[in-house]
């Protein structure tokens, strides 16, 4: 998939690019010891189950502008720096030198080891992201405040409040568009020769490197004129607008537009993502998904365990989603299952002491025990492998789970299965955190594909 591009107004660049995805922490305390593998599928009604995370992990400020993500690093815009984590977004590290202002409020980009930071000019980092070079109107850009940055086919784009800028030469000088339907420029999706360019009258789009425009608004089936965020693939567009998310099937000639009544957490819609047929739209109302090509949508917010509700962009890889919220990096997996590693050691049901037994010895577990799960409620501990029993019932409410098994089970099988990982401690005894490989592209203001 090809390098993708992020939108929003003023805070709103998302950019990611992908491919393979690190599984996000849950920690686990267990007042006991338990030997097996195994999974946890909870029974809690959210698909999804967010962890948020913000300037006590290292973050530079908690209102995120954009985000973009590689493999495990993770790249955000912040009101205090450019925040990078390279252990899937639980610790971060921040940077300022050279910025032209510590709020990165347009978004960011990578490519390589080139870092393009939006927001008072563009400034670009050629070391990975630490040290930045700010490039202004000085050097052609059409203004300084700059909404988004997009880079395809090493040019790279400058969504400003005064015009669309463009660079050859890797950033360091730009020249301006003319012809498109408003001064303002939200965000750029470009892909071959094709521009789109969400705009402040509705979204423009060249066929033609930037030659010639076309302009498309209300009287084409937007829901907006104000255009907020842009991402196409194929010759299928989506645009967040105020008044909604709109898709258009043909290039952007004509459009459908959806707001709030279909699920949708708030009509204004800054960021959209797409993989894999489903769609991410970032909201002033939450993380809103879907995966009937945008009739309907399922919304997330801060009941689900996201920062905030305003949502300023938006990334998914494989099963786990990111979104850059106006109080931190908010990190979604699914509630089920959730997956955690035990031992290795067998152990057998003792139905008159009520305890697991490692082989006989020492009880390794009891009904009873306790586990706390970080944002997650209710469900079943399903073990993994050929494992008998298969399952051990849970009953919990707030997080805390109460682990209960019937008479005369053994636990045995193969306890080396590997299964989606999440870090855990039972017992005092800590579990590695495994990897998932997964595929994914940025989206918007950039990434990969996925």
């Known amino acids: 998939m090809p390098s993708l591009t992020c939108p ?19 920690a686990a305390v267990l007042v006991a010891t338990v030997y097996a593998t195994g999974t946890v599928s909870t029974a809690a009604a959210q698909p999804l189950r967010f962890i948020n995370y913000t300037t006590a ?79 202004t109107a000085d050097q ?70 930037g030659a010639t425009w076309t302009d498309r608004n209300t009287d084409d089936g937007l829901g907006s004129q104000f255009v907020l965020g842009i991402y196409a693939v194929g010759s299928t567009v989506y645009a967040g607008t105020t008044e909604g998310a709109s898709i258009s099937t043909n290039g952007g000639v004509s459009w459908i537009n959806t707001t709030s009544a279909a699920g949708l957490g708030s009509d204004r819609v800054g960021d959209i993502y797409v993989t894999a047929g489903t769609i991410y739209a970032a909201t002033a109302g939450g993380v809103s998904i879907s995966t009937d090509g945008g009739n309907s949508y399922t919304n997330y917010d801060t009941s689900s365990g996201l920062g905030a509700n305003s949502v300023n962009g938006i990334y998914a890889s494989g099963t786990t989603v990111y979104a850059a919220t106006g109080n931190g990096m908010s990190i979604g997996v699914p509630t089920s299952p959730l997956a955690v590693s035990w031992g290795a050691t067998n152990g057998t049901w003792n139905a008159s002491t009520g305890n697991w037994r490692s082989n006989g010895g020492t009880p390794v577990f009891r009904p009873g025990a306790t586990v706390t799960f ?16 298969a399952a051990v019932v849970v009953s919990a409410t ?18 080396k299965s590997v299964v989606e990982g999440k870090s855990v401690e039972l017992g005092g005894s800590r579990i590695n955190k495994k990897k998932r490989g997964g595929g994914g592209g940025g989206g918007g203001g950039g990434g990969g594909g996925g």
């Open 8 to 26: 929003m107004r003023c805070a709103v660049d998302r950019a990611r690019h992908a491919s393979g995805m690190t599984a996000v922490r849950f």
């Open 57 to 135: 992990n290292g973050l530079g400020g908690n209102s995120l502008n954009g985000l973009f993500v590689t493999g495990s690093t993770i790249y955000a815009a912040t009101s205090g720096g450019v925040s990078i984590s390279t252990n899937g977004g639980s610790a971060y590290d921040n940077y300022t030198s050279g910025l032209g202002s510590e709020d990165v409020f347009g978004g960011i980009f990578v490519t390589g080891s080139t870092v393009y930071a939006a927001g008072f000019g563009v400034c670009v980092s050629n070391d990975g992201g630490v040290h930045y070079t700010l490039v």
């Open 140 to 209: 052609g850009l059409a203004g300084n405040a700059v909404n988004g940055v997009f880079v395809s086919g090493g040019t790279v784009y400058a969504s400003t409040a005064f015009g669309l800028s463009t660079s050859t030469n890797g950033g360091i000088s730009y020249t301006t568009y003319a012809g498109l339907a408003g001064r303002e420029i939200n965000n750029v999706y470009v892909t071959g020769s094709t521009i789109y360019a969400a705009t402040e009258y509705g979204v423009s789009i060249s066929t033609n490197g």
């Open 374 to 389: 970080s944002g997650t409620a209710g469900g079943t501990v399903t073990l993994s492998g050929s494992l008998a029993p």
């Open 398 to 415: 707030s997080g805390t789970y109460t682990f209960s098994a019937s008479a005369g089970n053994l636990i045995s099988g193969d306890r």
